[in-house]
């Protein structure tokens, strides 16, 4: 491995490390003001903490071994190196994120109709894009990922709904998190909107529409991966990759710190 790919793997690893000492931060410090939280407060920011850790540790994985699902590919050769252990890991990190968010809009809907929904809503549409996602893998049809990161870009569009139904109730610090959140969900919608979906359905219409099937994909899933050094190989996934495994857990470890909602009724 060299070049480009090197560095880019390199700088993933770096970006690991950070995440895990930004999470003890996060943790140390919500421990500090656990005295001056209301204790119901603080109960809810350290579930939020853990939720946190699930991604982290998730995506901490992945960026030590890199993997791309359908076509099979990894850049090592270990025991470790299949698609079923990361796609597992990758399940278990996304619904940790999911739960964060549906957590935090309950707290924030309480009294508010649309945030209470969306915070119901958030889960189950979670859920069903990872069914979506494991059919993707096991098929290695791009459309099912397409559909799968349809349902992601569905569920932040409603988040965003919900937060701008609670900013006009919101004082302090909870109308600037309300406000960072909606400037966040805009961007990640234009990304999916205009790059990620795209991108999967231009994959599945050049392979055309077709997909491997269930017990020969099943079988692969459990194999280890293709190891494939080709930076060509990996630049398209490298551009989703890159910011999810660091801008969105930077996220995840500060919503323990998000401040109260509940002033936003």
């Known amino acids: 491995m060299q070049g480009p790919l090197l560095a880019w793997w390199l700088a993933l690893c770096a970006t690991a490390s950070v995440n895990?000492?930004?999470?003890?931060?996060?943790?140390?410090?919500?421990?500090?003001?656990?005295?001056?939280?209301?204790?119901d407060l603080y109960a809810s920011r350290r579930l939020l903490l853990w939720l946190s850790a699930g991604y982290v540790l998730g995506c901490g994985f992945r960026s030590i071994f890199p993997m791309v699902d359908a076509p099979r590919i990894c850049l090592h050769d270990?025991?470790?190196?299949?698609?079923?252990?990361?796609?597992?890991?990758?399940?278990?990190?996304?619904?940790?994120f999911a739960l964060?968010?549906?957590?935090?809009?309950?707290?924030?809907?309480?009294?508010?109709?649309?945030?209470?929904?969306?915070?119901?809503?958030?889960?189950?549409?979670?859920?069903?894009?990872?069914?979506?996602?494991w059919g993707a893998v096991l098929t290695s049809n791009y459309l099912l990922h397409a559909i799968e990161n349809s349902l992601w870009t569905l569920a932040a569009a409603l988040a965003l709904a919900a937060f701008l139904t609670l900013r006009p109730r919101a004082e302090g610090a909870a109308a600037r998190f309300l406000e960072a959140a909606s400037v966040?969900?805009?961007?990640?919608?234009?990304?999916?909107?205009?790059?990620?979906?795209?991108?999967?359905?231009?994959?599945?219409?050049?392979?055309?529409?077709?997909?491997?099937?269930?017990?020969?994909?099943?079988?692969?899933?459990?194999?280890?991966?293709?190891?494939?050094?080709?930076?060509?190989?990996?630049?398209?996934?490298?551009?989703?990759?890159?910011?999810?495994?660091?801008?969105?857990?930077?996220?995840?470890?500060?919503?323990?710190?998000?401040?109260?909602?509940?002033?936003?009724?």
Request: hydrophobic share 55%; charged share 15%.
């Open 78 to 96: 270990t025991w470790i190196s299949r698609v079923v252990v990361g796609r597992t890991a990758a399940t278990a990190a996304e619904l940790c």
């Open 100 to 133: 964060q968010w549906a957590l935090l809009l309950r707290e924030a809907g309480a009294g508010e109709r649309t945030a209470t929904l969306v915070g119901r809503l958030i889960v189950p549409i979670i859920v069903v894009a990872e069914l979506s996602c």
């Open 20 to 39: 895990v000492i930004a999470w003890g931060w996060s943790a140390r410090q919500l421990a500090r003001h656990a005295l001056d939280m209301p204790a």
């Open 184 to 265: 966040c969900a805009v961007i990640y919608l234009a990304f999916m909107v205009m790059v990620d979906v795209p991108m999967y359905l231009s994959r599945w219409q050049a392979a055309g529409g077709g997909s491997l099937p269930l017990g020969q994909g099943l079988h692969t899933l459990l194999e280890r991966c293709v190891v494939e050094r080709d930076w060509n190989a990996w630049r398209q996934d490298v551009v989703w990759q890159s910011p999810y495994f660091s801008i969105v857990v930077w996220t995840s470890i500060a919503l323990a710190h998000a401040p109260s909602l509940r002033a936003s009724r």
